[in-house]
């Protein structure tokens, strides 16, 4: 079974500021990750699939970037709305595996 | 506009049974990847079972493997977990979701999951 590693479980933050969140795989995935974000009382939603593509709909100030066994979520400028958690996922093999997640919180 | 909504979670005995379903719309159960995914209230997301397009393959975490089993009606659009054996660590939101081409088959789809408590 794949093991994604995110870091760091929290990571507190001012609005306007850059987030950028860790996600290691614990072997070889290719490009086959993706970012989703979750809010209290809701279901994910995806963000980034492939490592680097934003989701149909997704702001702009979200980027993904890595391949192989590392990778990384970038919140270019935090909104409001981005405070959060936020879950890494692989397809690569089965059984597909989430990361234990990072929580953006306001500082 | 496509839509998933799960029903048929409640509260049930350990060692019981329930059937959570899926019904899809907006688009074929076919044509996308579909899958459960549970979470415990809290907790992180874990991957249940998932079926491939085709329906040909099917798909368990190890936890659930034997007791737990996916099948689709494309008739109907609907997807079914049937869950036998339910055992207290069983107890979680269970989502519904699904990915077409669009976003790689990653699961761009959510439905608004659904509470299933085993607890005597």
């Known amino acids: 079974e794949i093991v994604l590693t995110q870091s760091p479980a929290t990571l507190s933050l001012s609005p306007g500021e850059r987030a950028t969140l860790y996600c290691g795989s614990s072997?070889?995935?290719?490009?086959?990750l993706a970012w989703y974000q979750q809010k209290p009382g809701q279901a994910p939603r995806l963000l980034i699939f492939d490592a680097s593509n934003r989701a149909t709909g997704i702001p702009a100030r979200f980027s993904g970037s890595g391949s192989g066994t590392d990778f990384t979520l970038t919140i270019s400028s935090l909104e409001p709305e981005d405070f959060a958690v936020y879950y890494c996922?692989?397809?690569?093999?089965?059984?597909?595996?989430f990361g234990q997640g990072t929580k953006v919180e306001v500082k | 506009e496509v839509q998933v909504l799960e029903s048929g979670g409640g509260l049930v005995q350990p060692g019981g049974s329930l059937r959570l379903s899926c019904a899809a719309s907006g688009f074929t159960l076919s044509s996308f990847s579909m899958s459960w995914v549970r979470q415990v209230p809290g907790k992180g997301l874990e991957w249940v079972s998932g079926i491939s397009g085709s329906g040909a393959g099917t798909y368990y975490a190890e936890s659930v493997k034997a007791r737990f089993t996916i099948a689709r009606d494309d008739s109907k659009n609907t997807l079914y977990l049937q869950m036998n054996s339910l055992r207290d660590e069983d107890t979680a939101v269970y989502y519904c979701v699904g990915g077409g081409i669009d976003s790689g088959y990653f699961w761009r789809h959510w439905g608004q999951g659904t509470l299933v408590t085993v607890s005597s």
């Open positions: 072997q070889y995935i290719s490009s086959s």
């Open positions: 996922q692989q397809r690569y093999n089965r059984p597909r595996t």
